[in-house]
Structures are given as structure tokens and as C-alpha cells.
């Protein structure tokens, strides 16, 4: 990788991150919640969940194949 294709990938991982920070940061009480970031958190938590056990399913036992 050349630098700048680090560079990017550094802001492309960062600044949607930060993003996220500032807008529950400006929304607090207004439009952000606890509850918003419990369901958030939980969400979060079991799409990852999902994702890797099927690419572990899929990649590694081979017991279901895609289109």
C-alpha cells in the first residue's frame, strides 16, 4: 500500500466515526437518547454477531453456498 492509499483509508474509517460522535453530540435530548444508544449498542452487537458467523459458516465449514 502507497501512502496515500493509507491516508484515505484513514479518513475513510475516521471521519464517518467521528460523524456519528458529533451527531449524537449536537442531538443529545433532543433526538438521542439512552434508550437510542442501548438499541444501538444491542443492534450493533447482533449484525456483527450475524456477519461473522456466516462468513464462518460459509468460509470455513462450507455448509451453505451463495449466488
Request: avoid cysteine.
Amino acid at each position: 500500500m502507497t501512502s496515500a492509499q493509507r491516508t484515505f483509508n484513514l479518513i475513510g474509517v475516521v471521519v464517518p466515526f467521528l460523524a456519528l460522535i458529533a451527531g449524537i453530540v449536537l442531538l443529545w435530548n433532543t433526538l438521542v437518547d439512552w434508550s437510542d444508544l442501548v438499541v444501538l449498542a444491542v443492534m450493533y452487537v447482533i449484525a456483527g454477531l450475524g456477519v461473522t458467523v456466516g462468513f464462518h459458516r460459509m468460509l470455513t465449514h462450507r455448509s451453505f453456498s451463495t449466488h
